[in-house]
């Protein structure tokens, strides 16, 4: 059996929307793919991150108010050629706006970013809350799920294009990547709804270290369910 290990970063400050359950996800996929998915928690922030050991960072969505504490424990050198050297990072709603370039709160102050990802956000005075669509630029992938949006965005190279919600900013444009960081709002949880993105991420891994895997998920439920959600999302109300 192969094995991923998974570094589950700040999982006591980062833990909005039942996110936890994409976790929960990535191990059950690992099992029909043939790969023992490890997850190694990062409580602290005095806690060393092992960049060396580890496959994937997941940053679960937070509070805004605590990323202005966790910035300053990510930035390192570590971080940098793990992300530079292509280690996948996958930041859910909230946590994507760290790895960008700055944060407007609504109080006017400003919190720098990890500059990783060509993007600015401005902290919304209301919370904005709907069922999400989305298709993946690069390989035409859907998700749905839900988007509970805490800031707008300003995205340089979106990582999707909306088919229904408010995207980054209400422009048709959702998330950011750079390199093997992927930055998504669509939350739900995320795997639970779309467990075909988590194992189109632990097979490009497997590619990362040499290895083609060709079995596939057993997503039938979770297909169903995708459908019934889109056929919801067709028939609401014209806003």
Known sequence: MHKISVGWVYPNLLNLHGERGSVQVLVEIGKQLDIDVEIVRIEDF???IPFDSLDLLMFLPGEIITLSHIIPALQSDALHNYLEQGGYALALGTSGL???KSILREDGTTVSGLGYLDMTAKERKFVFGDDYHIRINESGMELAGAQIQMADVD????LATVIYG???NNTGAEGARWNN???TNCTGPLFVKNPWFAE???KGIMIKKG???TATGNHTIAKNAFDATLTFIQNKPKK
């Not at 995205?155 to 979106?158: E, H, L, Q, W």
């Open 155 to 158: 995205a340089a190279n979106p």
């Open 200 to 202: 189109e991420i632990l």
């Open 166 to 168: 408010m995207g980054n």
């Open 46 to 48: 005095d806690d060393p």
């Open 98 to 100: 760290m790895f960008g």
């Open 211 to 213: 290895i083609q895997i």
């Open 181 to 183: 960081l992927i930055y």
